[in-house]
């Protein structure tokens, strides 16, 4: 373990009311209008520490009390395959995930690494709580490994159709424990599971979207690719199930335009989903702050035909003061759509130009790129990032035994809050 404290505050966005973080705040204080809240580091300007830091070369926009071991970082270079393939100019890719010829080292081969590096060095070495964290699979797979390779006790609530995404190049500690949501159900059951936990008091609830670290984490793809590139990209690809990664990419944007180094662009957000699952995209079509409504089984049905089940999240932090929908509207972007075949038109694309498998939700976000260069959207000397969430899994798998994390308890789809509850007390960590 690495000694790093860094100072910060936490803002509303909402009021821009300061206020110190008491130690796991994820709401504004005294405040009833709903509003993410957001660290505001002590040093303005971002000094890079060393790679062999991983993660936490980024510290100083980290919100984080210690650095735990095994981290890596994402890792942006400047695109000649793809970007000769579609006639780019000034094409970088952020890869996170496992190619370790460019230096990129994540064992769970996507970027939700850097969420959980960044939440868990966020808590007190000396909490006795469980932390608890729901998850359409990748996220899962990263706070497993975290926590199990520091000691961390983790609570984690999965759709049992997602938990072949559960796997890992050894068996995990004891201190992590999975439950899920029968098969037939989606990442909205699981988040219910993991909400009825959190009413327990040995469960504390990890936060999601409104946890600062969570979103800090993530941003340091945006990090990566700034201080690569030298200034703020144009525009920004990545697929969103929740859409805090481009919250977060936002918000260091805003912080890089402070610190007055990198230029004052704000880069368009480009994010996108997959067909037919795309509430996001219904919203910022319609120009509406709130989702606009869908049955829960049609929902469902949405979800199992989409190949990219990571971005399955019915009820995204999209209408809240500070989530995407602001994001958006101050950056400026579009919501794009990408089928499943041309997502895989375009991973195959990815492979053949650039030398390394991704996964689909990372391909939606090449394929809307792709259909944005035809349609003369983004032109040959755009400055573009493309967000590769998630890669290297394939040849990860191949070169390494799998062990996979089995359910302790599976429940039926709206169960009863006294049977989870005293399920969840039978378990002992």
Not at 286 to 300: G, M, V
Not at 374 to 381: A, G, P
């Amino acid at each position: 373990m690495i000694d790093i404290h860094t100072t910060y505050n936490l803002m509303s966005v909402a009021t821009g009311n300061v206020f110190k973080d008491k130690g796991w705040d994820l709401d504004p204080e005294n405040e009833k209008t709903a509003s993410l809240i957001r660290a505001i580091y002590d040093k303005p300007q971002l000094n890079l520490k060393n790679n062999s830091y991983g993660l936490y070369k980024f510290s100083d926009w980290l919100p984080i009390k210690r650095a735990l071991m095994g981290s890596s970082s994402p890792i942006t270079y400047k695109s000649k395959g793809l970007a000769k393939y579609l006639k780019l100019n000034n094409l970088y890719i952020t890869f996170s995930g496992y190619w370790p010829e460019i230096g990129a080292t994540m064992k769970t081969c996507s970027f939700k690494e850097t969420e959980a590096f960044s939440v868990c060095g966020r808590i007190n070495s000396n909490e006795k709580r469980i932390l608890v964290v729901a998850s359409a699979g990748n996220t899962a797979r990263a706070f497993a490994q975290v926590c199990s390779e520091n000691n961390i006790p983790l609570l984690l609530s999965v759709p049992e159709d997602n938990i072949n995404a559960l796997w890992f190049d050894k068996p995990l500690n004891d201190c992590v424990k999975l439950i899920c949501s029968k098969s037939g159900s989606d990442y909205f059951d699981a988040i219910h599971l993991s909400n009825i936990a959190c009413q327990m008091s040995k469960f504390y609830a990890e936060g999601g979207a409104k946890n600062v670290a969570r979103r800090d984490g993530m941003g340091t793809t945006m990090l990566s690719a700034t201080t690569t590139i030298g200034e703020i990209p144009e525009y920004y690809f990545q697929a969103v199930g929740s859409g805090t990664g481009a919250i977060a990419a936002w918000e260091a944007n805003l912080r890089f335009i402070e610190d007055g180094r990198f230029g004052n662009r704000k880069m368009n957000l480009m994010v996108s989903q997959n067909y037919p699952f795309k509430p996001i995209y219904d919203a910022w079509k319609a120009n509406s702050r709130e989702l606009l409504p869908i049955n829960d089984d049609e929902a469902r049905k949405q979800v199992e035909i989409i190949d990219a089940k990571v971005l399955s999240n019915r009820k995204p932090p999209y209408g809240i003061i500070g989530g995407l929908f602001d994001a958006m509207k101050d950056a400026g972007g579009d919501v794009l759509l990408s089928t499943n075949e041309e997502a895989k038109e375009a991973a195959t694309l990815f492979e053949k130009t650039e030398g390394i498998d991704i996964h689909p939700a990372a391909a939606v976000a090449t394929a809307t790129l792709i259909n944005e260069v035809k349609n003369k959207t983004i032109l040959e000397d755009s400055l573009i990032m493309l967000n590769i969430t998630g890669g290297g899994e394939q040849r990860f798998k191949d070169e390494n035994e799998l062990f996979y994390l089995k359910p302790s308890l599976v429940f039926d789809m709206n169960p009863k809050e006294e049977d989870v509850k005293k399920k969840l007390n039978g378990l002992s960590w």
